[in-house]
């Protein structure tokens, strides 16, 4: 009785496990860059109550044995790092990475991060730097004068100055 009740509440465990990745995912379904994950679980050791292959007391053998799990526990969860939908914003510093990679990011004590959310802005120096005010590695300044920002898919960022028709100037 009390192995039955074991098994049974390490199952409601992992599937409260489950529900709170899926809301998780759900919850942040509408913010930028974010990757869902999904739970990966696997069964708990078996005990044997019968071994199989026995003689009964009548002389017939025991087809096999009789083994009583102990449930099931969580094992990882996976972020799920497919491409993303792309919503188009007009802004030019709204950008988006084409399969794997990320954007480095340079934090207030010095150390780098990473991240998939590309809603960038300018701030009072006119550094390229997320909604948080983190600024990319390298950093990217856009000049005062700048009339156009373009990036090219290989991440080379470009900018037409004002005056300037038809060059444009490269600045990281």
Same mark, same amino acid.
């Given at each position: 009785?009390?192995?039955?009740?074991?098994?049974?509440?390490?199952?409601?465990?992992?599937?409260?496990?489950?529900?709170?990745?899926?809301?998780?995912?759900?919850?942040?379904?509408?913010?930028?860059?974010?990757?869902?994950?999904?739970?990966?679980?696997?069964?708990?050791?078996?005990?044997?109550?019968?071994?199989?292959?026995?003689?009964?007391?009548?002389?017939?053998?025991?087809?096999?044995?009789?083994?009583?799990?102990?449930? @099931?526990?969580?094992?990882? +969860?996976?972020?799920?790092?497919? $491409? %993303?939908?792309?919503?188009? &914003?007009?802004?030019?510093?709204?950008?988006?990475?084409?399969?794997?990679?990320?954007?480095?990011?340079r934090l207030p004590d010095g150390s780098l991060a990473y991240?998939?959310?590309?809603?960038?802005?300018?701030?009072?120096?006119?550094?390229?730097?997320?909604?948080?005010?983190?600024?990319l590695e390298p950093a990217l300044q856009i000049p005062?004068?700048?009339?156009?920002?373009? @990036?090219?898919?290989?991440? +080379?960022?470009?900018?037409?100055? $004002? %005056?300037?028709?038809?060059? &444009?100037?490269?600045?990281?």
């Amino acid at each position: 009785m009390m192995r039955a009740m074991g098994s049974a509440a390490a199952g409601m465990k992992a599937q409260q496990l489950h529900i709170d990745t899926i809301s998780n995912n759900l919850a942040n379904v509408n913010t930028t860059g974010f990757k869902r994950s999904h739970a990966e679980f696997q069964d708990l050791l078996y005990a044997k109550v019968a071994p199989g292959g026995q003689m009964t007391a009548d002389g017939r053998v025991q087809p096999g044995a009789v083994e009583v799990g102990h449930g @099931v526990k969580l094992v990882s +969860t996976a972020k799920d790092f497919s $491409q %993303g939908t792309v919503i188009s &914003t007009n802004n030019p510093l709204d950008l988006m990475i084409e399969g794997d990679g990320f954007f480095q990011l340079r934090l207030p004590d010095g150390s780098l991060a990473y991240t998939r959310d590309g809603s960038f802005k300018l701030d009072g120096e006119r550094n390229v730097v997320t909604a948080m005010g983190y600024r990319l590695e390298p950093a990217l300044q856009i000049p005062l004068d700048a009339t156009e920002i373009s @990036v090219a898919r290989d991440g +080379t960022v470009s900018v037409r100055l $004002q %005056g300037s028709n038809a060059d &444009t100037q490269e600045i990281g």
